[in-house]
Every structure is written in structure tokens, then in C-alpha cells.
């Protein structure tokens, strides 16, 4: 498969030579953790389904993920080859990601809130050859879903399910047989261990127009990015990070998955968010750093008996996709010992810009932060000029947390003639070089941290024999950031309420986190005399409708 990479050597040199890649690859840092404290724990997860949780040392660690790559070698997985993780927060997607980390094969997250539709796409494209799921997660059965699906992804060999049965067992397949004690299981892996430079992950990012897109990323982006990061906050493998955030979000794999590998520290994982056992879980675990949306905020802030739990162990939350709104940042000032600290990125650049642990409180809720060391961002008038201060305009990044390309598709990669990339937000910078988003050009809405792909939702309401017209657009939500609101016409003597739409885009497959919490049927769309729909009208009528 030709992915279509877009990095050329120049590149490479430049961010080699500068000190921003560290020209290393994960397994580079197991093997330091292992150096240092085998016994140290690596991985607690607690799992919804079984009611346990499950800890792994970073002993246990390699020698599971050792297992593993050694069976995917056996089960003719090659380099270069995508391997699919579409799992919860649960240890083996983190022991999957370090198996193709050690045989150069690729992985790529998936949500476990997909279904057919976008499963039948993203997997396809992306010609995955081994897909493994939960076999029952949050009331729902996988093994239909991927039967139903299988005739048309010809490429993909095996699937594989936690908890599974027979030969589609997880637990049969790749763990049974104590493949690392195997003569010849250090030479095997030895053989395959990728380059820095190689293309370890594609993650899938909500697409404006058309089908999303696979952003593809080294070990050099992720890891390089994550060792400035580690430095801003002053982590260190004696820290504990807890995520509610899925490790499917490029949040969760970069802040959860790779970095506690790169500290050789220990990190919890809650596999569904609930305010109280989050909250149980930083007590008990002592948890010093962890990161979120602004909804896993405000719940822990607004909780009503959060004077029960002991959380000064906490020092750091970190807050990104979406603006953090200032009274909650005032209420976790007046109440907590924790700093909140607000940041933006992408899934192509991490969270480039971030606001700094001694910042006033003023700083994050006014700002989105400011560029770490080795990432430049611009903001620029449509024309290409750099905006004046203060002045809204197109916001650009470039240096080293950027992507290589996205799957099979270089000709949307879309930098300039000066390595800028145009990350489709609106923004204006502050005489102190920190940024504040003012919205965006891309056609999306971020709820809680999930970015909701409108085009691809309006594409469905069209599909419906009532509608004649149809627009989604983002209503302002206190806790999630922003609510979608679905405007439709309809066709002659048609009628469609909400539970009919919930219904229509449930049967087509969409993916619940995508569908619109409210439905407004209004006689004719507000047009430009080109007859583009004015959607900015639309949000204007969604704000009242939050009134």
C-alpha cells in the first residue's frame, strides 16, 4: 500500500539537528523504564464490563507485548501493515500499540462509538489486515457488527475479540502461547524493529467535506512533541496521569498511551466516564496530572460532594477542544489545589499551543495558550499578511508535532510554500504571542471534545424522504461546549420530529455521538443570493434556542 507520505529529508534533518526529534522509537523508551523499575506499575485499567481493575507492571508490560507482536508476526501481519484497535480504555490497546511499535506495523485507532458506517469506510481505506474489538462493550455486541461488515473489507485477515470465543478469541489467539520464550524471539523482533521515520499510527479525523481523513504520524512527531511537553509540565516517571479520555482520541494516545511509556510512569485508565469513580480513582491512586474536554472538568468541579475525596495529589488538569468558560476555571481556582490550563491542538499537531503552569488564572480562560518550544503558530488575514494584534484571522502551525500526510491522500496535505499548515480555526493572537480561538472555518462542532462531522450528517438528513433541506450547526452548551442543532425544510406534506430523525440516522448507522440533540423544521433556509444556506442566521436561532 502506497500511504502517501509527505516527509522529506530536509524536514528530518532540520528537526533532528535542532534537538525537536529525538530520532528514537517507543520501544527506545520500554527499554529505559525497564532499566530503571520493571516492578514500577505501568498500567492500572479499570474495566466497566468486568466490574475489576486490572494492573500491569512495566515488567508484565513487555513481556505481554512481546507476546502479542510475536503473534501478529506468526499471523502474517507485516511492516507497514495497519493493524485496527477499535477498544475502550483498556490494556491491551495500549499492549496492541506497543506490538506494532516493535514489528513496524501500524496502528489505528478507532472509537468504539462507530458503527457501520464509518467502520466500513475507515477500515477499508485503510486496507486493515487485523481488527480487534471488545466482544461486548456498554450493552453492545461487536461480532454482528463486523460480520455484517466483513464481505466488504476484503483485506482484513483476522478479527479478534477481548473476551472472545472459539478462534476469534483475543485471549486464545494472541496470548495463550508463551511466544517470547521462544530461541529465536529476539532475532525475530530484532528483525523488524521499525525506523523512527517510519509510519507507526493513522488516526482518523472528522472530515468538513467528503470522507474523514487518516492523519498519519512517526514516532519522531509524536515523541518529539511529548519530550517538549514533558518538559512544560515538569512530569517525571514519579508522576501518576489518569485518563477518562478515550485512547482512540489522539488525546488519549499521545497523553496516555506514549508518554507514560516515554516517563516510565504509571497511568489509570477509566474506561466510561462517571464523576464519582473518576474522582474515587485520583484519590486512591494518588494521581498527580491528567487531561480532558471541558465537560470531564466541570463535572468534577460542580460535583456536590467532592469535599468527600481527598484530590490535593492532583496538580495539573489540562484543557483542550474546546473554550474553557471563565467561571469554571474561577471555581476550580477558589475550590481546588489543582491548575487548570487550557491548550489547542489537532489530531495533525498535538496540542501545539498551552498556556504555562505559572500563568495567572486570567491567562487560560482568556487564551488558548502559546506555542511550545520547536512549533511556531501564525495567525494571517486571508490575504496572507501576519494579523496585527488582536486582529482575527486564519490560525497556521508548522515545526515539530506536525503529521506526515494523510493516508493515501498527498494532495491534501495542504501546507504552503513555507511549511505552514492551515489548521481551518479562526483565531487572533495576544501581544504575549498566546492565541484565543474564534471559531472556525471548517464546517464542524466540537461536542465535549468530539468533533462532529456536519457535512457527513447533513449528507444523511438528506437521505431522509421528508427533507427537502437540510443544515446542522453548533448551539453553545454550558457543559459540552456545543450542542448540534439540525434545521431541516421539508418536502410536501411531510412531516419529521426529533425521535424520527434519532431513529432515521440510528438505522443508517451513524454513530450516536454524532446525532443531533434537537431538530428545528422551519419553512424556508436563510440563503446568500448565490444560494449558499447562511448558517451563521442558523446559529443565531440555536443560541436562543439554549435561552
Known amino acids: 500500500m502506497d500511504l502517501g507520505v509527505i516527509l522529506p529529508q530536509s524536514r528530518i534533518d532540520d528537526m533532528v539537528n535542532a534537538g525537536a526529534w529525538p530520532d528514537r522509537i517507543l520501544l527506545d523508551y520500554l527499554e529505559d523504564a525497564l532499566a530503571r523499575r520493571p516492578e514500577r ?10 466490574g475489576q481493575p486490572t494492573t500491569h507492571t512495566f515488567g508484565e508490560f513487555d513481556q505481554v507485548s512481546r507476546r502479542i507482536a510475536l503473534a501478529l508476526i506468526d499471523l502474517g501481519v507485516g511492516v507497514g501493515d495497519v493493524v485496527s484497535l477499535l477498544l475502550p480504555n483498556w490494556w491491551q490497546f495500549n499492549a496492541m500499540a506497543m506490538a506494532c511499535a516493535r514489528i513496524g506495523a501500524i496502528a489505528n485507532p478507532l472509537m468504539p462509538i462507530f458503527r457501520e458506517r464509518e467502520l466500513t469506510f ?28 466483513r464481505p466488504d473489507l476484503p483485506a482484513l485477515a483476522h478479527v479478534f475479540y477481548i473476551d472472545g470465543e472459539g478462534d476469534e478469541s483475543f485471549e486464545a489467539a494472541l496470548l495463550a502461547e508463551p511466544r517470547e520464550g521462544r530461541a529465536d524471539a529476539d532475532a525475530v523482533l530484532a528483525a523488524r ?27 519522531n512527531t509524536t515523541l518529539g512533541h511529548l519530550g517538549t511537553w514533558i518538559d512544560h509540565h515538569g512530569l517525571s516517571g514519579d508522576d501518576t496521569l489518569f485518563m477518562a479520555s478515550p485512547l482512540a482520541h489522539q488525546t488519549g ?9 516515554m516517563l516510565g510512569a504509571h497511568v489509570v485508565l477509566l474506561d466510561r466516564w462517571e464523576p464519582p469513580l473518576g474522582v474515587e480513582i485520583i484519590q486512591n491512586h494518588r494521581c498527580t496530572w491528567t487531561m480532558g474536554a471541558t465537560p470531564f472538568l466541570s463535572d468534577i468541579v460542580e460535583m456536590p460532594n467532592i469535599g468527600d475525596f481527598d484530590i490535593k495529589s492532583l496538580r ?38 498551552i498556556c504555562d503552569p505559572g500563568d495567572p488564572d486570567e491567562k487560560v480562560w482568556t487564551s488558548d495558550g502559546g506555542p511550545l518550544p520547536h512549533t511556531e503558530v501564525t495567525v494571517q ?13 486564519l490560525l497556521k502551525v508548522r515545526g515539530q508535532p506536525l503529521f506526515v500526510g494523510y493516508l493515501k491522500k498527498p494532495e491534501l496535505h495542504g501546507l504552503d510554500a513555507d511549511g505552514w499548515f492551515d489548521s481551518g480555526d479562526l483565531a487572533f493572537m495576544d501581544k504575549d504571542g498566546y492565541i484565543r480561538i474564534t471559531g472556525r472555518s471548517k464546517d464542524i462542532i466540537i461536542r465535549g471534545g468530539e468533533n462532529v462531522p456536519v457535512v457527513e450528517i447533513e449528507d444523511e438528513l438528506y437521505r431522509h424522504p421528508a427533507v427537502q433541506d437540510a443544515a446542522v450547526v453548533g448551539a453553545p452548551d454550558d457543559r459540552l461546549g456545543e450542542r ?15 425521535a424520527g430523525m434519532i431513529g432515521f440516522l440510528e438505522e443508517r448507522g451513524t454513530a450516536k455521538q454524532y446525532w443531533p440533540e434537537s431538530l428545528v423544521v422551519i419553512d424556508e433556509m436563510p440563503r ?16 436562543d434556542l439554549g435561552r
Open 316 to 353: 495539573a488538569f489540562i484543557s483542550a477542544g474546546a473554550p474553557i468558560p471563565p467561571v469554571l476555571v474561577q471555581k476550580a481556582a477558589a475550590n481546588f489545589d489543582f491548575k487548570v490550563l487550557s491548550g489547542w491542538g489537532m489530531t495533525e499537531c498535538a496540542c501545539s499551543t
Open 122 to 149: 475507515m477500515l477499508g481505506f485503510a486496507e486493515t489486515r487485523v481488527l480487534i474489538a471488545p466482544r461486548r462493550f456498554r450493552g453492545f455486541d461487536y461480532k454482528p457488527l463486523v460480520d455484517g461488515m
Open 193 to 219: 524493529r521499525p525506523a523512527p521515520d517510519d509510519v507507526n499510527e493513522v488516526i482518523y479525523t472528522s472530515g468538513t467535506t467528503g470522507q474523514p481523513k487518516g492523519v498519519m504520524h512517526t514516532a
Open 484 to 498: 448540534g442543532c439540525a434545521f431541516v425544510t421539508l418536502r410536501q406534506g411531510e412531516q419529521l420530529d426529533l
Open 528 to 543: 446568500t443570493p448565490s444560494g449558499k444556506i447562511q448558517k451563521f442566521k442558523l446559529r443565531d436561532q440555536a443560541k
Open 381 to 393: 488575514t486571508p490575504d496572507g499578511e501576519t494579523a496585527k494584534i488582536g486582529e482575527e484571522g
Open 253 to 261: 494516545f499521545l497523553y496516555a498511551l506514549l508518554m507514560p511509556v
Open 41 to 50: 506499575p505501568a498500567i492500572t485499567t479499570y474495566n466497566g464490563e468486568t
